[in-house]
């Protein structure tokens, strides 16, 4: 079946620093969305990518999907303490659009 | 204005028993989901309705039954708790346009606890 991976699972930053989750998956995608879970709370939308290529900016983050929709990842440019948390990626297979399959996460902790 | 609103927010219970989750959304969405999140935060789909029709469910044991009076709400009853059971289950709700895949809103979790 489907499978979602992500790279790396845990990060440590020092403030500042720049940090970047990669996603992977196993088949293509019809598209992709990133969710930001904060400790203690629920996954929030950060965004979704539908285009082969396409790049979106959202402030100090930067989002990516590969040209063959199979993977993705998120930049966090000058990290700041309120970064912290878990980001996820969710893809729907191009197959079984019911689906939503979550990648394990990578869990970002910030170093002030 | 709770968009998904889940209850209880924490639930702890010994092994054997039943206990039930309730969900709602107030965002008009016609498609819900239930997933469970394991100690390493592996975040799992457990089932998904549309209009109050299941859509999608995983390979989860028959203890768990989902029940949607109407699509506006989503329930989770599990029957004979297991210790395997423990972990964070969140609600989640989206709006299904045709093939289009919309972005999920979730709600606040509720964390079991089977000892």
């Known amino acids: 079946g489907q499978q979602v991976m992500q790279i790396p699972q845990y990060q440590h930053v020092q403030e500042g620093e720049d940090f970047t989750t990669y996603c992977n998956s196993s088949?293509?995608?019809?598209?992709i969305q990133w969710y930001k879970q904060r400790p203690g709370g629920h996954p929030v939308f950060l965004i979704q990518l539908v285009k082969s290529g396409e790049v979106k900016k959202q402030k100090r983050l930067t989002f990516q999907f590969g040209e063959a929709k199979k993977n993705s990842s998120l930049h966090i440019t000058a990290t700041q303490t309120t970064d912290v948390g878990t980001y996820f990626c969710?893809?729907?297979?191009?197959?079984?659009?019911?689906?939503?399959?979550f990648g394990p996460g990578t869990s970002l902790s910030v170093i002030p | 204005d709770t968009a998904v609103s889940q209850t209880p927010k924490y639930l702890v219970t010994q092994m054997g028993n039943d206990k039930s989750i309730k969900c709602e959304q107030n965002?008009?969405?016609?498609?819900m989901y239930w997933y469970k999140q394991d100690s390493k935060k592996f975040l799992k789909i457990m089932f998904s309705y549309n209009n109050k029709e299941l859509i999608i469910n995983e390979t989860v044991p028959n203890r768990f039954s989902p029940k949607s009076p109407d699509k506006a709400h989503l329930n989770l009853h599990i029957n004979s708790l297991e210790l395997g059971d423990s972990a964070v289950y969140f609600c989640a709700s989206s709006q299904l346009d045709g093939r289009a895949f919309n972005e999920q809103f979730f709600g606040p979790g509720t964390r079991l606890t089977v000892l």
């Open positions: 965002l008009g969405h016609d498609t």
């Open positions: 969710a893809g729907r297979s191009k197959t079984s659009y019911d689906k939503v399959i």
């Open positions: 088949t293509t995608l019809s598209n």
